[in-house]
C-alpha cells in the first residue's frame, strides 16, 4: 500500500517569507501523480499544483514550486512570497495510475499560518 | 466558486433519522466520489462510481448508501448514523478513473 508522510503538523512564516512544507512517500509503482492539496476554512480542497512522475521538471505555479526527488521519494512544496490567503491545511496526495487501483492517497496535513 | 455543488452545506440528524446528501457536477466527468473527513485528518475514501457504476467500496458500513442515478449526481443515503458519524463529506469527480480530482465544498454532518 502507499503511504504519505507529512512530517510538518503546523508551521508558521511572516507575511512575504518563503516557506517549504514536506512530504515523503512510499510506493513501489513507476507510473503515478503528486499532487498539493489545500484547504481553507471555507473546507474546499483546492489543488495548488501537480506533478507526473515521469516527468523530470519540477512543477510550478505563479508562487508556488515542487521540488520533485524521485528516487529519494521527496516533494516538498515551496510558496514564496506568501501571503495571508495561503493560511490553510496543505495535503500532500498520490495517485497511481495503474488501471483499477487509481486511488487518490492524502499525507496527514500540514496546517500553515501566515503571520500579518 | 466550485464546479461540485454539494447540498446541504450542513445537517443536523438524529441517530434514526434519515437523510440524503447530494453531489453535483455539470463538467462532463464520469467519475465520482464520495470522502469522508474527520476534524485535523485527510480526506478517507468511501465510494467511488465510474461511469454511473460503483467500481470502489472502502469497506463502508451498510447506513451509509451511495447512489448514482445519472453521470451528472451523486447521493449518499444516509440512515440510522452513529454520533461518531459526524465528520465533514467531500465530494469529488474527475474526467475518468485516474484523472485531476475536483472537489466540493463539504456537507458538514452532525449525528446527535
Known amino acids: 500500500a502507499q503511504t504519505v508522510t507529512q512530517s510538518q503538523p503546523e508551521m508558521s512564516v511572516q507575511e512575504a517569507e518563503t516557506v517549504t512544507l514536506s512530504c515523503t512517500y512510499d510506493t513501489s509503482e513507476n507510473n503515478y501523480y503528486l499532487f498539493w492539496y489545500k484547504q481553507p476554512p471555507s473546507r474546499q480542497m483546492i489543488l495548488v499544483i501537480r506533478q507526473e512522475a515521469y516527468k523530470q521538471q519540477n512543477a510550478t505555479e505563479n508562487r508556488f514550486s515542487v521540488n520533485f526527488q524521485k528516487a529519494a521519494k521527496s516533494f516538498s512544496l515551496k510558496i514564496s512570497d506568501s501571503q495571508l490567503g495561503d493560511t490553510a491545511m496543505y495535503f500532500c496526495a498520490f495517485m497511481r495510475t495503474n488501471f483499477g487501483n487509481e486511488k487518490l492517497t492524502f499525507g496527514t496535513g500540514t496546517r500553515l499560518t501566515i503571520i500579518p | 466558486d466550485t464546479e461540485v455543488t454539494q447540498t446541504p452545506k450542513h445537517l443536523v440528524m438524529g441517530m434514526t433519522n434519515k437523510k440524503s446528501l447530494k453531489c453535483e457536477q455539470h463538467m462532463g466527468h464520469r467519475a465520482m466520489y464520495w470522502y469522508k473527513q474527520k476534524a485535523k485528518k485527510p480526506p478517507e475514501l468511501m465510494f467511488v462510481y465510474s461511469y454511473e457504476k460503483l467500481s470502489i467500496n472502502e469497506s463502508v458500513p451498510s447506513r451509509f448508501s451511495p447512489e448514482c442515478p445519472n453521470s451528472s449526481l451523486l447521493n449518499l443515503h444516509l440512515h440510522a448514523l452513529q454520533p461518531e458519524d459526524s465528520a465533514l463529506y467531500l465530494c469529488?469527480?474527475?474526467?475518468?478513473?485516474?484523472?485531476?480530482?475536483?472537489f466540493g465544498n463539504g456537507t458538514r454532518l452532525t449525528v446527535t
Open positions: 469529488a469527480s474527475s474526467q475518468r478513473l485516474g484523472t485531476l480530482l475536483h
